[in-house]
């Protein structure tokens, strides 16, 4: 059992699907902060160079296994094995990107430079644009659960009739569920998918796109000049052995870390008990509140624990990954019923979370409230 099934034993009983309250909270986040212990904000260059070089490691030795001993299997033991090593490998894969991630956020070390040079060489090597999705992530931090202004998983209405009536039944949500874990990552990416409305072609990889601000095109390009460097290199790597072995070795897997994210940013932000906000209610800590923590055992540890301490993690995003789930339990007693973990099982949670999180409406009898629940 991971992390976060460790932290919130005692909760397994409660109900789970019990509404997080609405009301303005009773506390500020300068009180969150007051409560979590000092060391829990110190990033330590040492403590996330190890956890860096750790990643690298694993996926060098799934790498090295596959190259050299998968081909020497008989068949049909090594179309067994490929699956295998493509689920294992895709799942590195996440927690390395899951460190880019945080470098995103400067919770890695104390060197800004240092955060995003490292950032800007891991995530070009998984085809993610660093800069675009610092500057666009930021923004879903600063907006979360924002009707109007969230960047990222905006919840579709009732009168989008695609979703609330073709694609709500049985097979439409297994054809949703394959497609959103296949696809949605680039498609996110290149045509924002899954991204709030704007006036004007909106994709991470357009420098004029109104996700971003002028004073941060010019990184755009440099995300842009990271991807042409990653195509490339990847192209010069195909063509020196062959394209059905960098899709086994490479592209395979990172299919699998395409579904990891889409699968877990998904339930992170899709629950029925979380509400999301209009303008006239919408605040940042109550936004930042309507997430959910989730045991995904083992997982809680290979992807960093931001399966299990992503609340945290939207309060204050700069405590390092190594320090989220110390913090939550410092914060819990405070935060009260506004915290939500889910101890459901994953695949369960999963599934549920697809057939009732379809769209959102306010309460009835409540239309003019600003606050809007997951419907089916």
Known sequence: MGAGGRMNEATADTNVLKRVPTAKTPFEISDLKKAIPPHCFKRSLATSS???????????????????YIPLLPKPLNYLAWPIYWFCQGSSFMGIWSIGHDLGHHAFSEYQWLDDTLGFILHSSFLTPYFSFKYSHRSHHAHTNSMEYDEVWIPKRKADTLYSEVLNNPLGNLIMTVVRLLLSFPMYFTFNIHGREYNGFASHFYPQSPIFNASERKQIWLSDAGMVVAFYALYKIAAATSATWLFCIYGAPLLVMNAHFIFFTFLHHSHPSLAHYDSREWDWIRGALSTVDRDYGIFNTIFHDVTCAHVVHHLISTIPHYHTVEATKAIKPILGDYYKYDDTPILKAFWRETKECIFVEPDEGAENSGIYWFRK
Request: charged share 10%; hydrophobic share 40%.
């Open 50 to 68: 190890y956890y860096l070089f750790r990643d690298i490691a694993i996926c060098y030795t799934f790498y090295y296994l596959a190259s050299n």
